[in-house]
């Protein structure tokens, strides 16, 4: 099946500056990828997406990039805000009924 | 629309007790997940459906049941609960349109 791993675990960053989340993925056959954030005690709830016949989508401060020869994709946030830190979960679907979580990356936006 | 509704938030077990969660969703989704959450593994399929009356085994299949007897409703079952199913659960639905909705989770303890 599919494996997705997702780097860094953990991520602190001063306010006003970027963060990025990293995650790789195994099967070629994926060709869609959510990212989800998770607040404190909350459910996820997706942020943003990207099917893989697009290389970029930008939403505001949060943009996904899709790199499908290298198997990985990213999650860029700029001009961070105290309201960002949460955990962040990228995930991949390789056949539009399963979705693969990675393990997560805990964001602390330091004021 | 309540969106994706689980029953109950929060449950403690005694080792070998049983019990169900309910999941229910108002959005005339086709599919239908559950899930689990542990520190530091994200989110992992335990069952799934892909339409009323249909279910599927996912990553972590093993000492839960599900039904699906009504398209609103997926049941998750513990026969015999374990302190290794203590954990947070995640029921979650989607259209064919792939975006996941999930509920608001149930924390289990099972002692």
């Known amino acids: 099946g599919e494996n997705v791993e997702q780097h860094p675990s953990t991520l602190s960053v001063q306010e006003g500056d970027s963060a990025v989340i990293k995650c790789t993925y195994s099967?070629?056959?994926?060709?869609?990828f959510p990212w989800y954030k998770q607040e404190l005690g909350k459910r996820p709830q997706l942020i943003i997406d990207i099917r893989s016949n697009v290389g970029e989508k930008k939403d505001q401060r949060i943009a996904v990039t899709l790199n499908k020869t290298a198997k990985h994709f990213s999650l860029h946030i700029t001009e961070t805000q105290p309201e960002d830190s949460a955990v962040y979960f990228c995930a991949a679907s390789p056949m539009g009924n399963q979705f693969y979580f990675g393990t997560g990356t805990s964001l602390t936006v330091i004021p | 629309n309540a969106g994706v509704t689980q029953t109950p938030k929060f449950r403690v077990l005694k080792t070998g007790q049983s019990m169900t969660l309910l999941c229910a969703q108002d959005?005339?989704?086709?599919?239908m997940y559950w899930y689990r959450q542990d520190p530091g593994m994200g989110l992992r399929l335990i069952h799934y459906s892909v339409g009323e009356g249909t279910t599927a085994k996912g990553e972590v299949p093993d000492g839960y049941n599900v039904s699906r007897l009504k398209k609103q409703n997926f049941l998750l079952g513990l026969e015999s609960a374990a302190p290794s199913q203590t954990s947070v659960y995640f029921c979650a639905s989607k259209q064919n349109d792939e975006k996941l909705f999930f509920g608001s989770g149930t924390q289990l303890s099972v002692l």
């Open positions: 959005m005339n989704h086709e599919y």
């Open positions: 099967d070629s056959a994926s060709n869609y």
